[in-house]
């Protein structure tokens, strides 16, 4: 597939089709692709717990329990995903990166930082596995826990507590499902949120 046709293509499908897994070969190689994100100092500061089977029965178990009405009716067909991506940011591996002789800095002082790259790093990962994902003919979320049940799902698969979650990846066979209704907002367009030169200045 083009690489326009794969940017063009992507979307955010929220429901499966439960009986047709992941091929194991797909799989690593939506992996193997967001590990080629850029990151800053080439710090790779990002981990991906992958869930399926009972793995993945684990994880919603936790996460679609005891929480509002409104999420579990949401993640319904996310639910049958037959693959969960955890993606998590190790800060640590900036700070320590940075502390190193070539980059010239002697402490860990995260306020060096303009913007947290362990994050930044990870997102741009998240999405590299996201275009895999349609290369290969899937589909696939990227979705959120609820905050407060987030230390029970760390706590579940042995994540490390100093490691920051980003984000969920459900991947799959896309079933039939109903476009989100956010999409009536319309895309902005680059006249609209493009400034050149100048703040302000949308005319090329």
């Known amino acids: 597939m ?3 046709e794969v940017v063009r293509r ?3 499908v929220r429901d499966y089709d439960p009986s047709r897994p992941v ?5 690593e190689r939506i992996l193997a692709n967001g590990l080629r994100g850029p990151s800053a100092g080439f710090s790779q500061g990002w981990e991906f ?3 399926e089977g ?3 029965d684990r994880y919603w178990a936790i996460t679609a ?3 509002d009405e409104k999420y579990v009716r949401w993640v319904t067909g996310l639910r049958r995903a037959p693959l969960l991506v955890l993606a998590f940011a190790d800060k640590a591996a900036y700070l320590d990166r940075y502390a190193e002789a070539d980059k010239g800095r ?3 002082d995260e306020s060096r930082w303009a913007a947290p790259y362990w994050f930044v790093d990870t997102g741009m990962a998240s999405l590299l596995m996201l275009q895999t994902v349609v290369d290969e003919g899937l589909g696939a979320c990227f979705f959120g826990v609820p905050s407060a049940l987030l230390p029970a799902v760390k706590a579940e698969f042995g994540v490390p507590e100093e490691l920051e979650f980003v984000g969920v990846l459900s ?6 499902d109903r476009r989100s209704p956010s999409l009536r907002r319309g895309r902005r367009s680059t006249g609209e949120v493009v400034h050149r030169g100048q703040w302000g200045r949308h005319a090329g």
Not at 23 to 27: K, S, V
């Open 23 to 27: 091929p194991a070969g797909i799989r």
């Open 106 to 108: 002697t402490d860990r």
């Open 54 to 56: 009972a793995d993945r």
């Open 171 to 176: 991947i799959g066979y896309p079933a039939p």
């Open 49 to 51: 717990l992958v869930l």
């Open 65 to 67: 329990a005891d929480v």
């Open 2 to 4: 083009e690489f326009s």
């Open 10 to 12: 992507r979307r955010m």
